[in-house]
């Protein structure tokens, strides 16, 4: 497993983390592994955050944890394969 950083060992730290209230959400806590640094956390919460349905992506890069806020039921399977997408495993709810 390589690490997310840029060659020159920087990381990219900015993420835009809006929070937007909306009724009938859904906050479901995943367990993810691989993730080091705030590119990590932006990395994820772009791929996770582009899918329908989702509202928010909350990464907590210490815990290993993921929290996506949904309308509605969240869709495992895809919200997995985002994270995949993004270079990193989902291992199950947290």
Do not use: F, K, N, Q
């Amino acid at each position: 497993m390589g690490s997310c950083c840029t060659p020159d060992g920087s990381c990219s730290t900015d993420a835009g983390e809006a929070a937007t209230a909306v009724a009938d959400t859904t906050a479901t806590v995943y367990a993810v592994s691989g993730m080091t640094c705030g590119h990590c956390r932006t990395a994820i919460t772009t791929s996770v955050s582009a899918l329908d349905g989702v509202v928010s992506v909350d990464v907590d890069i210490a815990g290993g944890l993921m929290t996506v806020t949904t309308g509605g039921a969240p869709d495992d399977a895809a919200i997995a394969a985002a994270v995949d997408d993004a270079g990193y495993d989902l291992t199950g709810r947290a």
